[in-house]
């Protein structure tokens, strides 16, 4: 058996590596029609051939990748097709499910990048600046300057690696959001809580009315944990300090950090979410979305983004009717200077060649056009000042996108902001909340993150 | 990247050609050598070299200019998960090993013994037929905390138990995934050993019961020594399964909760490879090939020393 085996490799590897040289060999032009301009972009043409209309070029096809699958893609990909009716030119998308980061980073270093990639995560997207893996958008021949007036303020920062704009955020979701079912809270008698000693009082209300662990958690999907500290810390905080703290002077041993942590593990508690905190560790994402919002819930309450409306609504349970049985409110205040600040958490758009086409999709990508076509699917909130509040399809956009809107200060999502060498803050919660030693995981990770920031420079 | 060496072909190695009009021996043996020589040097020596070379650089997003010596090793080494991970893999291999022969071993004894031994040996072995991804997905299911979805705790809640969290619970999490392991691999190790346990001729048997031996003194003083060299080949095998393991883990868990179910290969791409630090990386590929080497040579050995399944 093992023989045999032996010399099953010989051709597997003749396989492996034929396709190993066509799909590295060839850097993809990927160029649909005869029409496109010269490589290297029109900006660095010196005008020789004659260019086509100040549009840009038209009948370039380019690859796009990003995350998403099912209704999410499908909602993208209404915005490609307005895309290819606006330019002419084709986008096509490539789904990268799991491991978005690994997959990118080896098609970036095997020389056969994606034209365009959509990617959460800050970290990543200065790695990829850094060395070079995605080029600026000036490159593109796009004036950052000129894209300033399409946002409100703050909302290309985080695109911005070293001074110089790399990503524009696309789209984006409120994390300061706390979902809740009405019916259940107006049958305990209780109204939604303003501040967090409220939200404690509503759960105790809430449990002497017959349910026994009214806060849903999917904690096994440990960015849940992350989400819940952030939004405490930001409002305990303000957003200066939550700046500070996910940036390279951030101090992880600080006493600000132990009190968020200690007010997170006031309402995570074994009385409080189904199953306790062993439970919870054991429950993912969606499951603890259904905790609250499916079909036989344990639960009455689930903090969580914005997104969790949709597939709460489009796939846990399809018989939930907003303001009913499903709505949210904003997460509860602290007293403090960031109460009426909003976490959001987005993707950036970024260029990884200047092929034909690349700069005209990016454009494309920061106009109203884009952002109500996407909007109108439901799936997200855009960016774009332009987009009304008449083009999200649902009252749960509506207000996620006016809640982000009315915030006095917008910051973004700050795990997604470490460098992507950085230890894993979700697992470190994950063991918080389990009631190990505060102090000793907090100085640990604080070294470890302080090691990533100096070797990302 | 991981490269887990492949036992060394030793096909070449008895020809002794007698020497004929044409070409020198020496050359004519070279000449036959080339094929699997090139084979080795591209996927085996130039690999570990390269992760060698890799594992002393910080290596970070692919871009190896910065020598760091022996960094890499001292920083894996310290890590906390890392540690956990290699405790857990140190778990592994006493209890899925041990646990998946002795399996192997009791239902190859057992089914021998009756008619319909095909139909249990295919049912065992069925298994191994699913992509340990697919086997990691049906077992979430099985260990969903919620009694509707989670056929355990559904079980559990019959006789007045539960519900257990399965995999959010450090003291559970290791056990429920050793058991998923076993359950992917007993069905092997049955079909490896029964093809054994068919191998001992029935004289043998037929002259201890004659003698006055009983079942048990058979299975103990017979069938067991007779079947040692498989058992010690399924057992380096299961080893190495267990030191390049990650589909289970990394399906089911993530290694969490925090990183109490972390093993080597997991740590490895969670950690390293996925946050881009290439030189990490490659240190625990070096790592691991070092845990590996002594089993290799235990490996070739008996390949060398002849009967082996």
């Known amino acids: ?457 | 990247m991981a490269t887990v060496p492949q036992p060394i072909p030793t096909t070449a190695t008895t020809t002794s050609p007698s020497p004929r009009r044409g070409l020198p021996s020496g050359v004519t043996a070279l000449l036959f050598l080339l094929p699997a020589l090139i084979l080795l040097l591209v996927f085996l020596v130039y690999p570990v070299i390269s992760t060698l070379r890799m594992s002393v650089d910080r290596g970070l997003g692919g871009n190896f200019s910065r020598f760091v010596g022996l960094d890499n090793y001292i920083n894996v080494l310290q890590t906390p998960s890392f540690q956990t991970a290699i405790i857990n893999n140190i778990l592994w291999l006493i209890f899925y090993t041990s646990i998946v022969i002795f399996f192997g071993l009791v239902i190859a004894v057992v089914a021998m013994r009756v008619r319909y031994e095909s139909i249990i040996k295919a049912v065992v072995f069925l298994p191994m037929a699913i992509a340990a991804t697919a086997l990691g997905v049906i077992w979430t299911f099985v260990y969903q905390l919620d009694p509707n979805i989670g056929l355990l705790n559904a079980l559990l809640g019959v006789v007045g138990l539960g519900p257990v969290s399965w995999l959010g619970d450090p003291a559970w999490v290791n056990a429920a995934l050793i058991a998923v392991g076993i359950w992917g691999s007993a069905g092997f190790a049955t079909v490896i050993l029964s093809a054994a346990l068919k191998g001992i001729s029935p004289e043998i048997l037929e002259a201890a019961r004659t003698d006055g031996a009983n079942e048990f003194q058979i299975f103990w003083r017979i069938i067991l020594p007779m079947v040692s060299l498989p058992i010690s080949v399924l057992a380096v095998t299961l080893v190495v399964n267990v030191v390049k393991l990650f589909d289970i883990p990394y399906v089911m868990t993530q290694g969490g909760p925090g990183d109490a179910s972390r093993v080597i290969a997991l740590e490895f791409y969670k950690q390293d490879f996925s946050a881009g630090q290439f030189g990490k990386a490659a240190a625990v590929a070096v790592i691991m090939l070092v845990i590996l080497i002594p089993v290799m040579i235990f490996n070739v050995r008996r390949f060398r020393s002849g009967s082996v399944v």
Do not use: H
């Open chain 1, 1 to 457: 058996m093992a023989k045999s085996l032996r010399f099953m490799t010989l051709p597997i590897a003749a396989v492996m590596i034929v396709s190993a040289c066509s799909s590295g060999g060839t850097p993809a032009p990927s160029a649909g029609g005869g029409t496109s301009a010269a490589p290297g972009g029109e900006s660095a043409a010196p005008g020789g051939e004659s260019a086509p209309a100040a549009s840009g070029v038209t009948g370039a096809t380019i690859t796009v990748t990003s995350l998403w699958g099912g209704s999410e893609q499908e909602a993208f990909q209404k915005v490609l097709d307005d895309f290819k009716a606006k330019t002419g030119n084709t986008a096509t998308y490539q789904a990268q499910r799991t491991d978005y980061a690994t997959v990118l980073q080896s098609k970036i270093t095997s020389g056969s990048p994606p034209d365009v990639a959509i990617m959460p995560g800050l970290g990543f997207l200065r790695q990829f600046a850094r060395s070079g893996g995605i080029k600026k958008i000036s490159d593109l021949g796009i004036d950052p300057a000129s894209l300033e007036a399409n946002y409100p303020p703050g909302i290309l920062d985080p695109g911005k690696v070293d001074g110089e704009l790399y990503g524009i955020m696309v789209k984006f979701n409120s994390k300061s959001t706390f979902w809740y079912r009405p019916d259940k809270l107006s049958a305990a008698g209780a109204t939604v809580p303003k501040s967090f000693d409220d939200l404690k009082s509503l759960i105790s209300t809430l449990q002497s009315k017959g349910s026994a662990t009214p806060l849903a958690l999917g904690a096994k999907d440990s960015w849940t944990l992350t989400d819940w500290f952030e939004e405490i810390y930001l409002r305990q905080n303000g957003p200066d300090a939550y700046k500070k703290l996910f940036s390279p002077d951030g101090d992880w041993t600080d006493p600000t950090v132990a009190t968020a942590l200690d007010a997170m593990k006031s309402v995570i508690t074994n009385q409080n979410v189904p199953g306790g905190i062993t439970g919870a560790l054991g429950v993912a994402f969606t499951d603890g979305i259904a905790q609250a919002f499916g079909a036989n819930p344990s639960a009455d309450l689930y903090y969580e983004g914005g997104f969790v409306g949709g597939i709460a609504t489009g796939q846990v349970n399809k018989s939930l009717e907003i303001g009913k049985t499903i709505d949210w409110f904003d997460f509860p205040a602290f007293g403090g200077s960031g109460d009426t600040a909003a976490e959001i958490g987005g993707d950036e758009i970024a260029a990884l060649t200047t092929n034909p086409g690349v700069k005209e999709f990016i454009q494309y990508m920061t106009t109203v056009d884009s952002g109500t076509t996407w909007a109108k699917t439901g799936a997200i909130i855009s960016p774009v000042k332009a987009v009304g509040a008449d083009a999200y399809p649902n009252d749960l956009a509506k207000k996620e996108a006016a809640q982000v809107a009315g915030a006095s200060a917008v910051v973004y999502d700050g795990s997604d902001t470490l460098p992507a060498g950085a230890p894993d803050m979700g697992a470190m919660l994950q063991k918080v909340i389990q009631g190990q030693d505060t102090a000793g995981l907090l100085s640990t990770f604080n070294s470890a993150v302080k090691q990533a920031w100096s070797d990302e420079k």
